[in-house]
């Protein structure tokens, strides 16, 4: 189990007062609430049109937060607000989410915080505003901009000082897109001033839950371990459902997925929090779902560097308080830097990926052989047209276990594979004419080559631009936030810039000595696991099921042993592409796997571009020369 963690008593909680403007010095006064329960309605543009009524209706919440960005998600926004300037925000937020629940929004006193605005958060506020009104009320709606760094493009590219975090490459002229992180700050000014909704464009996910807490509260922004605290709750909403049940390990134990419960942070003023669902709803919150969430696409635990505060979730810790109720606390936090991350997409090409399914004996051989026809008669193609050869090629015969390189099983009579498969080729080219050709040159293999192939999904594919992301760091100071609300004049609002910055330690860990023994495992057996991304790199996260396995997992499940697994999907590295860090508060353990995803997001054209089945990858793992750890933990 996880590590038990006594109650820290909640000791009286103080309200800011309503400042003029944003300081280190917040009121407070004895009106404060108890607590403040704040829900997660979306984890990403696409989640479930069910959850906000969920939430609003039986979530007993004070405020709704949503978050619907992504790095490529800004990049479409974008070319959508090029060609269409009354869009460049995401749509479903006002007309599926928000607007039919207006008027219960109102009623109830709510209030929204959400990252919807995209690229254009005005267009979103008098969207929001239209639909308050056709529903016969109004709302107060604050719009936070200044994270789109667009406008300064031109003189940010003739400097030539902008170099990318980890290759030091200099920014290229293609740029689609790109947005500074803002931090939780222009939030809380918008809430101060009294918004009912607060429109953001890019922000990180987990400061559209820090801010209302900063705001309920008055913690100052040098309060840094409640920051952290605070954080801590926003990351684990802000993906919705993959906190209460949704992805779990054990998938089979968590019940009603179509009527999966949304997060809910049941807050107090010392930081301390209740990660629940509202009741009455499927799936489950239990330390386990919660500390695979913490575990989600972080990199050092030690330093994870957010705009308002550096975290430390080493030590947290959570505890079963109740049915589908868990206490967490023990976040730490230090200043933060004097700089934001700046996320940029810039255009690399054009890919297309075609998807066609086989049927019979021998399916992967005959897929294989049909897909490797198509491409050389293309190339022949090529050559007569005077188009270059493909950048970029993948192909991936489903139910061949490709992904797991030398670790694949092998199936069917006399290994000859599975009876049926889909093959998944994905190409890239420079030229959008020359996937055009590609996606001609497809259908001709359904009477001209294997038996068996059945059709392509989706008929003949498009070609799609390959946005590529850039990341680097600028100072706070050169991207001011501006507040707007109707009603009241702009507000430009400075962020918090530290005068010292000072570097954390790392929570790498290294191997301990233990007993052995003549027992296997896999590590199914031994732990919980869940993966994800950033950018081109992705994190496993790993969580023992007993605090007595830890040691063992210290021992044997190294970075090297991470490495070896996963080796087939690095490419070009100098320096041991794996790095392990540990929580020991939920006993746990973090992966990252640099430059493991084959570019990453669009960039990337394998199958699991994000890393999303790596956690369950691993889980196959063999552990051999171990105890009897199944018969340690009865005693």
């Not at 400097?159 to 920014?171: Q, Y």
């Not at 949304?262 to 500390?291: I, R």
């Not at 860990?509 to 869940?530: K, M, N, Q, W």
Request: proline letters at 5%; a neutral charge.
């Amino acid at each position: 189990m996880l590590s038990y963690v006594r109650k820290r008593s909640i000791t009286a909680i103080l309200k800011v007062n309503q400042a003029p403007c944003v300081s280190t010095q917040r009121n407070k006064s004895s009106n404060t609430p108890k607590h403040v329960r704040i829900g997660c309605s979306s984890g990403f543009w696409g989640d479930t049109t069910t959850s906000t009524a969920q939430l609003v209706q039986n979530g007993k919440i004070d405020f709704l937060v949503s978050d619907y960005l992504s790095e490529i998600t800004m990049s479409l926004l974008t070319a959508a607000k090029r060609k269409y300037p009354e869009l460049g925000y995401a749509p479903d937020f006002v007309s599926t989410s928000i607007g039919p629940q207006i008027k219960s929004i109102k009623d109830k006193g709510v209030r929204v915080v959400s990252n919807a605005g995209g690229t254009n958060p005005l267009a979103c506020a008098e969207a929001l505003k239209a639909a308050a009104e056709k529903s016969g009320t109004t709302l107060d709606v604050a719009v936070v901009q200044g994270d789109d760094m667009m406008p300064q493009l031109k003189d940010l590219l003739k400097s030539g000082n902008i170099k990318e975090m980890g290759s030091e490459k200099l920014l290229p002229n293609t740029v689609m897109s790109m947005t500074a992180y803002f931090g939780a700050i222009p939030i809380l000014r918008a809430l101060d001033l009294g918004a009912e909704v607060v429109v953001t464009g890019r922000c990180v996910d987990s400061a559209l839950v820090l801010a209302p807490l900063m705001h309920s509260f008055g913690w100052k922004v040098d309060d840094y371990d409640k920051l952290a605290a605070g954080s801590l709750a926003g990351h684990l909403l802000e993906c919705g459902a993959q906190s209460t049940g949704g992805i779990f390990t054990d998938w089979e134990t968590v019940g009603d997925w179509d009527n999966i419960g949304f997060p809910v942070a049941e807050c107090y003023e010392d930081g301390a929090f209740v990660l629940t669902k509202p009741d009455n709803t499927g799936g489950m919150v239990t330390p386990y779902t919660a500390a695979e969430q913490l575990v989600y696409e972080i990199g050092d635990p030690a330093a994870y560097i957010l705009p308002d505060v550096v975290c430390d979730f080493r030590n947290v810790k959570m505890e079963q308080q109740a049915k589908d109720r868990v206490l967490v606390n023990g976040a730490k936090g230090y200043q933060p830097t004097d700089s934001f991350k700046v996320c940029a997409t810039y255009l690399d090409g054009f890919r297309c990926t075609a998807v066609f399914s086989v049927g019979g004996k021998r399916a992967i051989a005959k897929a294989h052989r049909t897909a490797d026809s198509i491409l050389k008669r293309i190339r022949c193609i090529f050559k007569a047209l005077g188009f270059k050869d493909f950048k970029r090629v993948h192909l991936q015969a489903i139910g061949s276990e490709s992904l797991y390189g030398d670790n694949a099983r092998k199936y069917g009579v006399d290994g000859e594979g599975p009876r049926e498969t889909v093959m998944w080729i994905a190409v890239e080219h420079d030229d959008k004419k020359a996937l055009g050709v590609f996606a001609q040159e497809l259908a001709a293999a359904g009477t001209g080559m294997a038996p068996g192939l059945t059709g392509i999904v989706g008929g003949r594919p498009k070609a799609s631009p390959v946005l590529k992301l850039f990341s680097f760091l600028h100072p706070k100071s050169l991207v001011p936030a501006t507040v707007s609300k109707s009603g009241s004049p702009n507000v430009q609002v400075d962020h918090d810039v530290p005068n010292d910055v000072v570097d954390q330690r790392s929570s790498e860990v290294h191997d301990e000595d233990v007993p052995s023994g003549d027992c296997s495992f896999i590590l199914e057996d031994l732990a919980y696991t869940r993966s994800g991304d950033k950018g081109n790199s992705a994190n496993i996260g790993v969580i023992a099921r007993h605090p007595s396995y830890v040691p063992y997992l210290r021992k044997h499940l190294t970075a090297e042993v991470v490495f070896q697994y996963f080796k087939h999907l690095f490419v070009d590295f100098e320096e041991m592409p794996v790095k392990r860090y540990e929580l020991p508060g939920i006993n746990g353990f973090n992966f990252v796997l640099t430059n493991s995803l084959g570019g990453g997001g669009v960039a990337s054209l394998r199958t699991d571009p994000q890393g999303k089945a790596f956690g369950q990858m691993i889980l196959d793992l063999e552990l051999k020369n171990l105890p009897n750890l199944k018969e340690s933990t009865l005693n």
